[in-house]
């Protein structure tokens, strides 16, 4: 991994590795200003070893506000906090770009309710906000292009070293690039060359103001992978002729757009996307440009980032979720400790879809993301104690693997043979092999701070009390939830966890239901694996479509494949009985009995309950100092059950 290792010259400034965080929106931001949280973050990833860290998008203009929490650099006010996260990255040697921002007609959410005029190079609406927006006149195209000037300089001021314009994902330069939302017969439409027009004067305006001290670069999909999109043979004309303008000191490569649910998956790729799938992108936009060329996507490992280095693909590899999951990955690597790598897993929980959801990011795994000024640096115990954690799923695990850290002498109790809990069923589901991934990374964690394991131990109230420890946490899980149903005869039922683990149980008959309370991953999960065994599906949803609960990107793949494999999907029913033939549901809205006939198997996803009979029973003793966390409480998702275990570790 040398390669990974080595310097890399961008313009002015020079980065002393190849690995990257790429600018991506933190919801850190108040007011539009940085918080001393997001300095935090910024420190912990520049300790970690990154040579570069990009900034999460700045707004250039009043009409760039496209979240209620995006950071503004259209005022003197923004400097300060630039200059505060330059000061906490700069001793460790990594260098410190911002991304300068207008979404045009890519606005997510509004400021007060009231949706504001989106600007765009012509009134073309999204597909996936349905925003309509207004046509820039040139008045104000020249107010922006002179606010991407304004906004670098204030950034130049907060001691950044570099300014990058983000022409990626369909935002505004990509609209007026893009032939078909640029639809103007003016000086800014037509042609190529007059669609690049916009771009080429906001590189110019912004090195023209910064001067030759600050590199510029640029962020652009190499395609944006939608059918209303930039097209790649655009992209790279573009990327050309402004690298032989002069321009650009790098360009930023990825791929997909906003504008379209099916383009946007791309911008923060799910799991069932491959490994470092850009790469071909950037190494195809290194052909026709001289300047070096980042690129990312899904590159959650460092060998594979050296492997795409290697092969020339690209001069540098963002690899932003592996640094939101593992802040200290570069050091890990320089310090010969690979294997101690907490690998993203590209599950989108936590980190884009917190964004999504407008609170700050995190990660599943590490929930120390985000909440640095509480949990940045491990405390030591002040004295060590006898820890109990009963249950080794991610709740256990992460309370376990913490509290050992912390100097506590720690046992864990599972009662089955394997670690894991509910993960490994989850990892079962097509195209979520990855899931496990949190298991095998907690569990190393939890191993090497020296963790002893008492695995096909189910262990009592009694025991635990005989052993007398300072503190027990409890994380016994959840086991599947059974509705009370009517039924008449003997119908077939199962349950979604029966199914995944031995999906060839159930023979194919008629019609296969799939009742899916929780909108989530099982109920998708479940469908899919019957209808690839043979079964005619029937995904019968409590909301409005399967997958709801789910972060937008990781629903968009699973709700395609269930289209692909034919599932039929049945939204807005409940369940409430069964027979030998047919399946009753009923219309959450009207109450309307709907019967499928000529349905012989039910399975049920109707999520979970709490196995919490060993929590009550020790939280009655008041003699022991008991804390449940994860399942055990309320089922919930993995990344309460980390959470919840990091909390429960602390606090001994
Ligand atoms: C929470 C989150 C917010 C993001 N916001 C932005 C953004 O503001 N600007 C941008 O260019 N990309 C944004 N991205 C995309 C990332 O820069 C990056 O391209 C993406 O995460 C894929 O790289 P990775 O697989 O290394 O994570 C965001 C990503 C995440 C996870
Ligand atoms: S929440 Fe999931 S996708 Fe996001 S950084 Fe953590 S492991 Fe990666």
Redesign the pocket.
Known sequence: MKRLFEPLVIGPVTIKNRIF???????MARDGLVTDQLVAYHRARAKGGAGLI?M??SGVHSSARYTSHVLMATDDSCISGYAKVAAAVHPSGCKLFG?L?HPGREVMESQDGSMPVAWSASAVPNERFRVTPRELDERTIAEIVAGYARAALRLQAGGLDGV?I?A??GYLPAQFLNSSVNQRSDGYGGDIGNRLRFLREVLEAVKGAVGPGMAVGM?ISGDELDPAGLVEDDALAACAELDRLGLLDYV?V?VGTSASLSGSDH???PMNYPVGY?AAYAAKVKQVVKVPVLV?????QPQDAARIIEQGSADA????????CDPEMPSKVIGGRVEEIRA?I?C?QA??G??HAGYP?SCIQHPETGRELLYGRVQKAVRARTVVVVGGGPAGLKAAAVAAERGHAVTLFEARSRLGGQVRLASALPDREEFGGAIDNLYSEASRSGVIFELRHSVTAAEVRGMAPDAVIVATGAQPRVPVLETVGMPAVSNAWAVISAPGRLKPRGRTVVADWRADWVGIGAARMLAAAGHSVVLAVSGYAPGESLQQYVRDSMVGSLYRQHIEIMPLVRIVGVDEDSVYLQHVLTGEPVILEEAYNLVLAQGSLPVDDLLRELAADESLAVTGVGDCLAPRTVEEAVLEGLKAAWAI
Do not use: W
């Open positions: 965080s790429s600018g991506h929106d933190t919801v990009v999460q998008v991304q921002f990058e983000v990626s994902h962020r930023s990825t911008i923060v790729p850009t990312a996507g899904r590159i959650n590899c963002a690899m932003t979720r592996a640094l939101i993203c590209a989108n980190c884009i917190h964004f990011i």
